[in-house]
């Protein structure tokens, strides 16, 4: 192996531009920065792919957002927030569904128009409405009632629904 005692030497800025000046700290700054990303990742926010139009248009087919698994740690969930829900056939798959019914409520839509306790509801996110006719009924204690934003589909092609709050993985953030 030939060296090339010619060439010349790795200017001590680039050094210290790449590694530090003290290279065991810049290796313990990292290992801190993998772990703590992986720690983030892992219990905190949660990227999700909206796949479908149920949410549209708020949230387009395709586009990723992320989840923030600790939202509901200090207080329950709002009327209006947009959450992922965690269904039965395991942890990877999900809905994005916006929260229109607390527990307790009377839900129910008429002409499209959704109904809390026999008062009607403003929806600014809902753009497209529909006819529909559904009486959801009394929600149980710890039962939240979802649905999309897209409301011109037909009503039973829709998933909505009661969901307790144990199925609630977390607020949409972005």
Same mark, same amino acid.
Request: aromatic share 10%.
């Given at each position: ?16 531009? #790449? ?7 810049? /290796?313990? $700054? %990292? &290992?801190? !920065?993998?772990?703590?990303? =992986? ?47 965690? #269904? ?7 809905? /994005?569904? $916006? %929260? &229109?019914? !607390?527990?307790?409520?009377? =839900? ?59 199925? %609630? &993985? ?5």
């Amino acid at each position: 192996m030939d060296v090339n005692l010619d060439a010349p030497p790795t200017p001590s800025w680039l050094r210290t531009v #790449l590694i530090g000046r003290h290279p065991r700290r810049t /290796l313990v $700054r %990292i &290992v801190v !920065l993998v772990v703590v990303c =992986v720690l983030v990742r892992t219990f905190i926010l949660l990227p999700i792919r909206v796949v479908g139009i149920s949410m549209m248009p708020t949230y387009k087919d395709g586009s990723i957002h992320v989840v923030n698994r600790l939202s509901y740690l200090f207080h329950k969930p709002q009327r209006g927030d947009v959450v992922a829900i965690r #269904l039965l056939a395991g942890e990877h798959v999900m809905y /994005l569904k $916006r %929260i &229109v019914g !607390l527990p307790g409520e009377t =839900v129910f839509f008429h002409r499209g128009q959704l109904y809390i306790n026999g008062q009607p509801i403003e929806e600014p996110y809902v753009k497209l409405h529909s006819h529909w006719e559904y009486d959801e009924g009394k929600l149980g204690p710890d039962q939240y009632f979802v649905v999309g934003d897209n409301r011109d589909t037909w009503f039973f092609g829709h998933e909505k629904g009661r969901q307790t709050r144990d199925f %609630i &993985v977390g607020k949409v953030l972005l």
